[in-house]
């Protein structure tokens, strides 16, 4: 086995203009900024990882801060790697923007780690299923469509056998009702639907009035009502309405994670590799969601995530925007995306060795708005 000793590490800030603006809530998306990180090694193996940056210099952070520690080192001893950038950055606090940058570096590690290994990352990880279920996040609707005319869009994905849809939220929970009524009047009671509030809510009786009027609609979830530091608000809600609670997404603190679980703060816990710290992080909360006997979610980024997905049996579906989605934008510098094949309920698990995240580089440096690199 190759010593993968790392030789250099890029990074990118790619930001990708949105046709039509995305509103939820009081966040009004215009652009989309990801990062895309690489780190190579000596024997010539590259591994990668992307996410949505937010406009936060997560790219930086990963060359000119925490790079330096980790050239000349095996990329194969993932475990030390992390602990010794954990500790490097100690009087940053490893948590949001650090934290991030450490989670994409992670990812690039078990990347390489499979591809040397010959395996998948979700066979290294646990290897427990071959083929998962696909939640699409559903198209956005335009300001002034119909009601009706949105949820014909929908008959198609309903049909064509993704487990769950995903809605954005409108500002007026009383139109949303309609929306839903529409939406599960077309699609039938067999596919879930999911809301996405992206933490829009101020007050909890706000949000008890607005999923009161929704749960005549048999919601699989309610995701992210409010940040999810806020675990009091969130439990209020939960133990206030029947339909089920999901939190965790973006979280890049770990005792945030912990309080959600602990506290048994939601019905389904949301959780994002590219933000806990990589698939190392991901593990680790996921075993303490299974004591507590709860599910995981994991948010977007199908090519990293669904590597959860097979490796662990509660975590999943897989979560996808439709490919050449207008509103996620990482179709644009991604050679290939994931996507539910016709006549079938489940994608398949990968068998490239890696993580099989394919990246039209050319595009990135087209994309990209800053790009810098670290080399040994």
């Known amino acids: 086995m190759t010593e993968g000793v790392i030789d250099r590490i890029e990074a990118w800030h790619c ?23 690489r780190v190579r090694t000596s024997d010539g193996v590259e591994g990668a ?34 602990e010794d950038l954990t500790r490097a950055v100690v009087a940053l606090g490893p948590t949001g923007v650090v934290l991030r940058a450490i989670s994409l570096l992670d990812i690039c590690l078990w ?42 869009r929908l008959v198609e994905p309903a049909a064509r056998g993704y487990a769950a849809l995903k809605l954005y939220p409108m500002a007026d929970p009383f139109a949303m009702a309609r929306r839903l009524e529409a939406v599960r009047a077309a699609v039938g009671d067999q596919v879930g639907l999911v809301v996405d509030m992206a933490w829009s809510w101020r007050t909890v009786e706000q949000a008890v009035e607005a999923v009161q009027a929704w749960e005549d609609f048999g919601l699989s979830w309610v995701e992210d009502p409010f940040p999810a530091s806020d675990w009091h608000a969130i439990r209020a809600l939960a133990d206030a309405v029947r339909t089920p609670i999901g939190a965790g997404d973006e979280v890049s603190v770990r005792s945030t994670m912990d309080a959600l679980i602990s506290e048994r703060a939601v019905d389904l816990v949301r959780l994002d590799a590219t933000a806990i710290g990589g698939f190392s992080q991901f593990a680790s909360v996921r075993e303490s969601a299974h004591r507590a006997g709860y599910a995981i979610s994991p948010h977007a980024y199908p090519e990293i995530h669904r590597h959860c997905v097979f490796a662990w049996p509660d975590v999943g579906p897989v979560e996808i925007f439709p490919p050449g989605s207008p509103t996620w934008g990482a179709s644009r510098f991604l050679a290939a995306e994931i996507e539910l094949p016709r006549g079938s309920t489940e994608i398949l698990a990968p068998t490239d060795a890696g993580l099989g995240l394919r990246v039209d580089w050319t595009a990135v440096a087209s994309l990209s708005t800053r790009s810098t690199s670290t080399a040994r």
Do not use: C, N
């Open 111 to 152: 990347d390489i780690k499979g591809q040397v290994a010959g395996l998948p990352v979700w066979r290294l990880l646990g290897g427990y299923r071959e083929a998962a279920e696909v939640m699409m996040v559903a198209p956005y609707a335009g300001p002034l469509e119909a009601d009706a005319k949105y949820a014909a």
């Open 49 to 82: 990882a992307y996410a949505l940056s937010r406009g936060a210099p997560v790219d930086l952070t990963v060359t000119e801060v925490l790079a330096p520690l980790l050239l000349g080192r095996s990329a194969l001893d993932i475990p030390r790697r992390i």
């Open 15 to 37: 930001r990708i203009a949105l046709d039509t603006p995305i509103v939820l809530g009081d966040l009004v998306i215009e652009h989309r900024d990801f990062v895309v990180v």
